[in-house]
């Protein structure tokens, strides 16, 4: 790697028995008749335009393309089954068997598959604090309406003692009887109004 870090990747082709590579970017080409010269004629090639930097060939031609998506979608199988094993709390090397690689990959592909899960869980709880609607007022009010008050007064109020009723009554006047008597002064008595509640309560 070049002491800047920069790395870059260039597609070389195969023309005839030669591979060649062409830098846009930079106006840089490169050509051998292997990887490795081709590799390093684009670094000449790229310090003569002032620029350092690691360079990394990428060969391409139509059957490597279609073997890189055969690559790309074993990868995607190998790692849904290992999921789906460890789902099923079987043990890794058992996954590594089943699958048919090292036990050591297998580690690796779920050690990745947790970091994975952890990653998207952090951003779906961050995604969820930014985008949580403020509380509506009406979520703090009663729904219900509000009690009506009485001025009649409350049951436990008149159901006390019947004789603590019965002495707050008024006491009314009636007339005593004439005796029959001539002359006799006409009486008056104090007659108290009792009600069934003045009887002293049984239990």
Request: glycine share 6%; with cysteine; net charge positive.
């Amino acid at each position: 790697m070049s002491e800047t870090g920069e790395t870059i990747e260039c597609r070389a082709s195969r023309l005839g028995r030669t591979w060649t590579v062409y830098v846009p970017k930079h106006g840089v080409y490169g050509h051998g008749g292997t990887l490795k010269a081709v590799g390093e004629s684009t670094a000449r090639g790229l310090e003569l335009v002032g620029v350092t930097a690691e360079v990394v060939i990428i060969p391409v031609t139509p059957e490597l393309e279609r073997l890189r998506s055969a690559d790309e979608v074993r990868t995607t199988a190998l790692s849904e089954a290992i999921a789906a094993l460890a789902l099923r709390r079987t043990t890794k090397r058992d996954i590594a068997l089943a699958t048919g690689v090292p036990a050591r990959q297998v580690k690796e592909i779920l050690a990745e598959q947790a970091e994975e899960s952890n990653r998207r869980l952090r951003r779906r709880t961050q995604a969820d604090r930014h985008t949580a609607p403020a509380p509506h007022p009406e979520m703090f009010t009663d729904p219900r309406p509000p009690r009506r008050t009485s001025s009649r007064p409350a049951p436990w109020a008149t159901s006390c003692a019947p004789w603590a009723l019965s002495a707050r009554r008024p006491e009314r006047r009636a007339p005593f009887p004439q005796t029959g008597h001539a002359g006799h002064p006409r009486a008056t008595a104090v007659v108290q109004v009792i009600s069934h509640f003045d009887a002293p309560a049984r239990y």
